[in-house]
């Protein structure tokens, strides 16, 4: 979750947004698709040869003009937050599965992905420490959505049981607000279950708690 | 980390094991390389649709063969697993930095990474939930070298500081066992100290609770 905008850079129009969209998320989408590739690949040498050359000509382009070392949270002209970069619902950002949260207003914000290969820990199972990640966005999602944003001050993960690669769901939902510390819930689910349970206590730095009424505005679809 | 070992498949050789990662572990690397271009690049639409292209080239490519829908661990005639596939540690997984985990026997396991915009929350942060995930495997990592493997039970990081992008290690020991639970604790730290500490509780399935011998001697640098 972005909390702390970049606001140091002149925001973006919501028509600057769309056209990077259109351009770099079909290029993020193919990324994956070869990230999984590169994982699977039983390839002859040959094969696998000239892919790498073909991935290092295409990484050679992109780097033609590039920003600096990470891509943010850019504000828009229209006041709303773009998490682009997000290692979890990032656009932009190959890691991220993405996952899109929805934001019910009489349920728990969730999210589903099909997460992978890329996601594994134990043999066909999701990592727990991805558990872990997925909730850590779902539970600040659902806090930031609720009007009391955070950065995660404590999580606690207990694992009911495998979390099988395949078809997942991750909710969260704020419990209740305790002056500056925000307790959050949530569960991942799968076709067998829930897999995992969560709490979390989301804090606020002091230095932009300021800005809070602000944060509480930016919000956009998928994106907090 | 992986405890079930894919018992179905045919263990490959020492020599097998290291013609493949001469030929995919530059790949991934690569591919690595292309992920952040991904993020950052601010390339004319030209050449993002160009490079686009030459990615979607190098997957069809790859994809000539491969394998099921995930890596897993695999054992070698050695006796020795390696978890290639692991979203954290995996030599053949572009998701993971990759961390490689250095076991003392007087002292706590550790691994260090420089950690860029591709696993970023907040704005020039770690995401929380990346730093939950390092800690895992981190923690599950400590207790499978300490002779006391697991999966994750219970796992709980607090957050002192942000964790900045940038040069990062992970450390963990095994505090104590009580029956079949291993308590391990761990700690992420930057050059501002410590940003984060994790307590985890690890617990053997029963079903492959007979082979924790066997798993404790599959150990393998970086791999377990």
């Not at 905008?5 to 770099?24: I, S």
């Not at 727990?128 to 659902?142: H, I, T």
């Not at 609720?146 to 606690?156: D, F, K, N, W």
Request: hydrophobic share 40%; net charge negative.
């Amino acid at each position: 979750m972005s909390l702390i905008g970049d606001f140091g850079v002149d925001p973006m129009t919501p028509e600057q947004f769309d056209a990077e969209a259109a351009l770099f998320g079909p290029l993020t989408d193919s990324v994956r698709t070869l990230m999984e590739a590169t994982l699977m690949s039983e390839a002859e040498a040959d094969d696998v040869a000239r892919a790498r050359a073909l991935v290092d000509e295409a990484a050679a382009l992109l780097n033609t003009r590039r920003g600096g070392i990470a891509l943010g949270t850019r504000w828009g002209t229209d006041g709303i937050r773009r998490s682009w970069g997000n290692a979890v619902m990032g656009l932009r950002n190959p890691v991220a599965p993405p996952l899109e949260f929805t934001h019910d207003d009489d349920g728990p914000s969730w999210a589903e992905a099909e997460l992978g290969g890329l996601y594994e820990g134990p043999p066909g199972l999701v990592h727990g420490g991805v558990v872990a990640l997925l909730l850590d966005q779902a539970l600040g999602s659902a806090a930031f959505y609720a009007g009391s944003p955070g950065m995660t001050g404590t999580l606690t993960v207990r694992y009911r049981q495998g979390t099988k690669l395949g078809p997942v769901r991750v909710e969260a939902a704020l419990d209740r607000v305790e002056g500056v510390k925000s307790f959050v819930v949530g569960t991942v689910i799968t076709p067998d279950g829930v897999c995992a349970e969560a709490e979390g206590i989301f804090i606020l730095p002091r230095e932009v708690r300021h800005l809070a009424g602000e944060l509480a505005q930016s919000f956009h679809p998928g994106e907090g």
